[in-house]
């Protein structure tokens, strides 16, 4: 049996313990003390305590049993030295395992734990041969060799309790068992009798001292691993919140390079038409015939400066705020009602057409979020739309309500329609005569994203017209967006060409002929 002396208890852990955040707390405790158990040492005590035990027994007990015993003795001792051998192997191999505890190791370490008690029956084997064949006087040398060796295992059992009370108690129960059987089996007086109580006592009393010392190493043990796995958890711990810190550092960096582009747009575009305002002014006080048009001019730049700022003020709440209101049920007609008078003198202003194709219909929309967008594709179809005019239409089929906007409009570039709804995106940026900081759309996608099961999908073809499609499934209302230029025939296939696969909406035919209508 392995009993060499463990002289430092607390190795220090293997780096490989860096892994143990896979592991629970007694789960890290397991590996540690299987770790211990199974460390390499050497083996000069326990092999002297062999040759010294067989010497002693050769002289008095058979021969071919003190033979037996150091066979068997030594081929234990091999035994628990071939797996030590082979736990080690296991690891040093650890630092390409994913995990601290594997399969391998922790049957390597139930076979040591076994050998153990293989090994302790072994030992107390010797034992029958001590009392049955050894003079008084060697008894007790064996006697007193044999508690050494009990002594000795718990330095080396005492990271595993379960095993070093097994250990302790086969070492002893042997003794007491033969000693018992020797008693009852010989004629003894009184004398011996003492004796023998005496044995009896001293074995009993070896054995309390065994687990009392036993338990405090073992206390020891846990005690030092616990202070060792709060230390791996902590310096866990933290490396995970300075991972967090620095996402919350590099979004905060993000978000303030997002304020910088607002700030840095916002006051270049709104330079412009304050500044055309006071020049407008100045040439108020120095040329009263053209009084009136600079009027018209003051209340352009006038209504330039609203929006901006209704813009900053609608990209600030959505950035403040998440709350979405209720859902109301608005009718169709009530929808096509507000977009009339709020665009209609805005088409008029710009001398082009606006029509409406009117259904009738309910939704049960957030009446906020919707007209919002309505008003923002609107708004966009109209400013881009110089000659010609728009065509607001719904129609309805059997799980959906869509609305579409058709304009003569310019369209969009290829390259740059996947920006569209970023933040400050236009464009039209060479163009500064449109007004906006370009947050329109990005405040559109919030408020679709807001929307339970909407999304939108964009598509256009420069000098053609665009195509946005916003539709929610969880609420059975879709709604079609689509900026289109006019065809010299305006025809469905016209249509369906230039939409391609992503609308598979069959066209109705009265929104053909209204289309072709304003193309004339």
Known sequence: MDTTKQVETHATPVENVSNSHDLTREEWFEFESNRLLLEPRKQTVSTFLRVFMGLALIFYAPQAAVIIWLLLSFAGNFWMQSLIGQYAKLLSGLSEQHHVMTESMTQVAEQYKLAWRVNALIWGGASFLFIHYLPFNAQLISLVIANALAFLSITRTSVNVKLMNQVTAILILAQLLFAVLHFIGTETDDSKFQIYAIYVVYLLFSWYLLRIVGRRFANLHRSYWSAEYAKIKLIDDLKTSQQQLEIKHNALQEADKVIQRFY????????????????????????????????????????????????????????????????????????????????????????????????????????????????????????YTDKGGVLVGVRKTSEHISFEVWDTGIGIQTTVQDKIFQEFFRADAPNKDTEGLGLGLAIVSELVQRMDGARIVFQSKPGKGSGVKLSTYKIPILVLIIFRAPHKRCSRHAFQQLLGPVFTLKMPNGLDTDVSCLAR
């Open 264 to 383: 840095s747009g916002a006051a270049h575009d709104l330079r412009q038409p304050i500044g055309a305002m006071r020049l407008y002014v100045d040439m108020l006080e120095t040329d009263s015939e053209e009084n009136q048009q600079l009027i018209s001019k003051i209340k352009q730049s006038s209504d330039s400066v609203n929006q901006l700022f209704n813009e900053l003020f609608d990209f600030h709440k959505l950035n403040i705020s998440s709350d979405a209101s209720a859902l109301k049920i608005i009718s169709i007609e009530e929808i096509f009602t507000r977009l009339a008078l709020h665009f209609e003198p805005i088409a008029q202003t710009k001398k082009i057409k606006l029509k409406f194709k009117r259904k009738q219909g309910n939704l049960n929309v957030n009446v906020q979020y919707f007209t919002r967008i309505l008003s923002n594709f609107v708004t966009n179809a109209i400013r």
